[in-house]
């Protein structure tokens, strides 16, 4: 039987740190404090909104909410971000995506203050990515992706990893991160011809393709470590699933993260840590902009 790599561990060590590093924080006069900026009631976004919410309350962490009507127009929105840029009260920003249509995304990317991009969404942070300087931050699901494997003790220093996805918010970062870490890294995706072949001599294989079942046994060898970040409505059971066939992957690999339970659960859990480091560099920076003031 599998090791199941569950997020709540880490959750609870995550939480740790940052309530120490929050109450540290205001001890040198810097309250860490996220803004939420949210155009319209998407059920996903508020959802999402609320998990952030509570986290940030549980280890002491200020939340700003703007929400903007979903019909919005581009000098209305542009206003809100530029008060959240030039705001030194704002640590980090959560902008949500996708915008309406009626709104430049691209623009709103290019306009968010890399230091405040808590979420990797800025060409800035993702150049910190591939150069491993902190220009920005990572995705929050690949840094979740990394902490897990992080707090499981999960070797990766001259091990062969395979990821199945490469977009920029999972696939491409993640990749980056693992070999920045020295792992020897194969990027598959879905022109790859014969996944399985690759897969299946990979010591940690990390799966974010959106596919539900796409990870069969013909993938997998029993030292292989699986990170599932797929997320799918399984419509037999009913319930939420990832990009691997559980049932029949866990008895055949060493360790394997479950969809509900997994990453996803640590994701929230990064983006509060990204604010706190933040805020981290805010101070160190605070000196400086204080006496400019005087």
């Known amino acids: 039987m599998a090791e199941i790599l569950k997020g709540a561990p880490v ?8 309530t ?10 810097v309250s860490p404090t996220i803004a939420i900026l949210r155009v319209g009631d998407r059920h996903d976004d508020v959802q ?12 002491g962490v200020r939340v700003m909410t703007l929400t903007l009507p979903g019909d919005a127009t581009q000098d209305e929105f542009d206003r809100a971000l530029s008060m959240l840029n030039n705001d030194p009260g704002v640590h980090g920003i959560l902008m949500f995506m996708p915008l309406p249509e009626q709104l430049d995304a691209e623009r709103a990317r290019m306009l968010l203050s890399p230091e405040k991009d808590i979420d990797g969404i800025t060409d800035r942070s993702l150049s910190g990515v591939f150069t491993s ?18 707090y499981y003790g999960i070797d990766i220093e001259g091990k062969k ?11 491409r970062p993640v990749a980056m991160m693992l070999m920045h870490e020295n792992a020897t890294v194969t990027n598959c995706h879905t022109r790859t011809e014969d996944i399985a072949a690759i897969t299946s001599r990979s010591d940690i294989l990390v799966v974010a393709a959106g596919q539900l079942k796409l990870v ?5 060898n029993p030292d292989q470590v699986i990170i599932d970040v797929g997320t799918n409505w399984d419509p037999e059971k009913e319930k939420t699933a990832g990009d691997v066939d559980f049932d029949r992957v866990e ?20 983006l509060v840590e990204h604010v706190i480091e933040a805020a981290k ?12 003031s005087r």
């Open 216 to 220: 069969g046994p013909e993938h997998t």
């Open 133 to 150: 300087t902190d220009k920005g931050f990572p995705s929050c699901t690949a840094q979740a992706t990394m902490e897990m494997l992080h």
């Open 48 to 59: 999402y909104e609320n998990s952030a919410i509570k986290r940030c309350n549980s280890v």
């Open 11 to 18: 959750v609870k060590a995550l939480c740790e740190k940052m």
């Open 161 to 171: 990893a395979a990821i199945i996805g490469r977009s920029l918010v999972i696939g």
């Open 20 to 29: 120490h590093d929050v109450e540290a924080l205001k001890a040198q006069g």
């Open 281 to 292: 560099r805010y101070a160190k920076r605070k000196p400086l902009y204080e006496a400019a």
């Open 251 to 270: 008895p055949l690999v060493r360790a394997i993260s479950p969809v509900p339970g997994g990453v996803g659960r640590i994701t929230t859990c990064v």
